[in-house]
């Protein structure tokens, strides 16, 4: 498989990852909240979910779009 190939493949894995993350985020942050230490910046955790969610569709949407011209 040539480079560009699996460049391309690699973007739609990782698009497929960060919808996965965004798919856990309320099982996860049920689970976070039971813990005492993270009951109180339950914001926060649920916020840095969102944001390495949008960070990895954002970047395999980079990567196939510049893998598919």
Do not use: H, W
């Not at 973007?11 to 099982?27: C, D, K, N, S, T």
């Not at 996860?28 to 339950?42: C, G, R």
């Not at 914001?43 to 893998?67: E, M, Q, S």
């Amino acid at each position: 498989m040539d480079k560009k190939k699996f460049a391309f493949y690699y973007g739609i894995i990782l698009i497929a990852v960060g919808l996965g993350v965004f798919y856990r985020i309320p099982e996860v942050t049920a689970q976070v909240a039971t813990i005492e230490f993270f009951s109180s910046k339950l914001f926060i955790v649920t916020f840095c979910f969102y944001l390495l969610g949008i960070f990895l569709v954002i970047a395999g949407g980079i990567r196939v779009y510049k893998n598919y011209k």
